[in-house]
Protein backbone atom coordinates (compact mmCIF):
# COMPACT_ATOMS: atom_id res chain seq x y z
CA UNK A 1 0.00 0.00 0.00
CA UNK A 2 2.41 2.52 -1.09
CA UNK A 3 0.36 5.48 -2.80
CA UNK A 4 -1.88 5.93 1.10
CA UNK A 5 -1.80 10.03 2.08
CA UNK A 6 -2.62 8.86 5.81
CA UNK A 7 -3.34 6.19 8.12
CA UNK A 8 -6.33 5.72 10.41
CA UNK A 9 -5.59 4.03 13.04
CA UNK A 10 -8.80 2.80 15.37
CA UNK A 11 -7.87 2.71 19.29
CA UNK A 12 -10.19 3.19 22.22
CA UNK A 13 -9.18 4.83 25.62
CA UNK A 14 -8.44 2.12 28.44
CA UNK A 15 -9.30 2.44 31.94
CA UNK A 16 -5.44 2.88 32.64
CA UNK A 17 -5.23 5.78 30.42
CA UNK A 18 -7.25 7.55 32.83
CA UNK A 19 -6.68 10.71 35.22
CA UNK A 20 -8.91 11.39 38.26
CA UNK A 21 -11.40 12.88 36.25
CA UNK A 22 -12.02 9.98 34.07
CA UNK A 23 -10.40 11.61 31.20
CA UNK A 24 -7.99 10.21 28.92
CA UNK A 25 -4.35 11.24 30.08
CA UNK A 26 -2.24 14.00 28.39
CA UNK A 27 0.84 11.80 27.81
CA UNK A 28 -0.88 8.90 26.57
CA UNK A 29 -1.18 11.12 23.30
CA UNK A 30 2.21 10.51 22.66
CA UNK A 31 1.90 6.80 23.21
CA UNK A 32 -0.75 6.84 20.63
CA UNK A 33 1.36 8.51 18.13
CA UNK A 34 3.85 5.73 18.77
CA UNK A 35 1.47 3.85 18.19
CA UNK A 36 -0.33 5.46 14.91
CA UNK A 37 3.06 5.52 13.45
CA UNK A 38 4.42 2.18 13.78
CA UNK A 39 1.24 0.89 12.06
CA UNK A 40 1.51 3.93 9.21
CA UNK A 41 5.03 2.57 8.79
CA UNK A 42 3.36 -1.21 8.70
CA UNK A 43 0.54 0.16 5.91
CA UNK A 44 3.13 1.28 3.66
CA UNK A 45 4.75 -1.55 3.50
CA UNK A 46 7.74 -2.22 6.28
CA UNK A 47 8.69 -2.11 9.73
CA UNK A 48 10.60 -0.04 12.11
CA UNK A 49 12.13 -3.36 13.87
CA UNK A 50 13.39 -4.79 9.87
CA UNK A 51 14.58 -1.09 9.20
CA UNK A 52 16.89 -1.48 12.30
CA UNK A 53 17.65 -4.63 12.18
CA UNK A 54 18.39 -4.41 7.91
CA UNK A 55 20.11 -1.05 8.07
CA UNK A 56 21.18 0.48 11.36
CA UNK A 57 19.31 3.15 11.33
CA UNK A 58 17.39 4.93 13.48
CA UNK A 59 14.64 7.63 13.98
CA UNK A 60 15.01 8.63 17.54
CA UNK A 61 11.86 11.00 18.14
CA UNK A 62 13.87 14.85 18.42
CA UNK A 63 11.07 17.20 18.93
CA UNK A 64 7.08 16.28 19.82
CA UNK A 65 4.08 18.80 20.17
CA UNK A 66 0.25 18.04 20.91
CA UNK A 67 -2.04 20.49 21.07
CA UNK A 68 -5.67 19.50 22.62
CA UNK A 69 -8.81 20.57 21.42
CA UNK A 70 -11.28 18.65 23.73
CA UNK A 71 -10.99 15.41 26.13
CA UNK A 72 -11.66 11.54 25.54
CA UNK A 73 -12.96 9.38 28.02
CA UNK A 74 -13.13 5.82 29.25
CA UNK A 75 -14.28 3.60 26.72
CA UNK A 76 -14.47 6.16 24.09
CA UNK A 77 -13.54 4.78 20.61
CA UNK A 78 -11.20 7.56 18.92
CA UNK A 79 -8.59 7.02 15.59
CA UNK A 80 -5.09 8.63 15.07
CA UNK A 81 -5.04 9.75 11.49
CA UNK A 82 -1.02 9.96 10.49
CA UNK A 83 0.82 10.87 7.51
CA UNK A 84 4.34 12.18 6.85
CA UNK A 85 4.80 15.85 6.58
CA UNK A 86 8.05 16.13 5.49
CA UNK A 87 11.04 14.09 4.41
CA UNK A 88 14.96 15.05 4.30
CA UNK A 89 17.92 12.94 3.57
CA UNK A 90 18.47 12.85 7.60
CA UNK A 91 15.19 13.85 9.15
CA UNK A 92 11.26 13.37 8.85
CA UNK A 93 8.30 14.87 10.23
CA UNK A 94 4.72 12.95 11.16
CA UNK A 95 1.62 14.69 11.83
CA UNK A 96 -1.42 13.74 13.12
CA UNK A 97 -4.88 14.30 14.34
CA UNK A 98 -7.06 12.65 16.97
CA UNK A 99 -10.84 12.08 16.22
CA UNK A 100 -12.92 11.22 18.54
CA UNK A 101 -15.93 8.37 16.97
CA UNK A 102 -17.85 11.39 15.73
CA UNK A 103 -15.00 12.70 13.38
CA UNK A 104 -14.90 15.74 15.43
CA UNK A 105 -10.89 16.71 16.18
CA UNK A 106 -9.88 16.23 19.75
CA UNK A 107 -6.36 16.57 19.74
CA UNK A 108 -3.38 17.72 16.63
CA UNK A 109 0.46 17.17 16.78
CA UNK A 110 3.70 16.22 15.29
CA UNK A 111 6.98 13.98 15.77
CA UNK A 112 9.87 14.96 13.96
CA UNK A 113 12.48 12.64 14.14
CA UNK A 114 16.44 11.97 13.17
CA UNK A 115 17.73 9.55 11.14
CA UNK A 116 20.54 7.51 12.74
CA UNK A 117 23.10 5.08 13.17
CA UNK A 118 23.83 2.46 16.07
CA UNK A 119 26.70 5.00 17.31
CA UNK A 120 23.76 7.83 17.64
CA UNK A 121 25.04 10.55 14.82
CA UNK A 122 23.40 11.37 12.11
CA UNK A 123 22.91 9.84 8.87
CA UNK A 124 21.33 9.75 5.36
CA UNK A 125 18.43 7.77 5.63
CA UNK A 126 18.75 4.41 3.37
CA UNK A 127 18.21 4.79 -0.03
CA UNK A 128 16.02 1.34 -0.20
CA UNK A 129 14.09 2.68 2.00
CA UNK A 130 12.81 6.02 0.33
CA UNK A 131 10.56 4.60 -1.98
CA UNK A 132 8.23 3.73 0.80
CA UNK A 133 7.69 7.69 0.86
CA UNK A 134 8.01 8.43 -2.49
CA UNK A 135 4.30 9.62 -2.98
CA UNK A 136 4.57 11.64 0.56
CA UNK A 137 5.63 15.07 1.39
CA UNK A 138 8.08 16.48 -1.08
CA UNK A 139 11.87 15.58 0.30
CA UNK A 140 12.91 19.11 -0.84
CA UNK A 141 9.97 20.90 1.19
CA UNK A 142 10.24 22.38 4.48
CA UNK A 143 8.54 21.98 7.30
CA UNK A 144 7.67 25.51 9.27
CA UNK A 145 6.24 25.79 13.11
CA UNK A 146 4.02 22.45 14.06
CA UNK A 147 3.01 21.36 10.57
CA UNK A 148 -0.22 19.19 12.16
CA UNK A 149 -2.13 19.40 9.34
CA UNK A 150 -3.34 15.88 8.05
Same mark, same amino acid.
Given at each position: ? $???????? @????????????? *???????????????????????????? =???????? =?????????? $?? &?????????????????? /??????????????? *? =???????? $????????? @????? @??? *????? &???? @?? &?? &???? /????
Amino acid at each position: M $HSCEHVDV @PLCVRYAETDQMG *RAYYANYFVWFEVARTTYCKARGFSYAE =LERRTGTF =LPVVETVCRY $HR &SLSYDDEFIVRTRVTEFR /SRAMTFAYQVLDGEG *R =LVATGFTR $HLFTGEDGR @PKVFP @PEY *RSYFA &SEAD @PQ &SR &SEGD /STEV
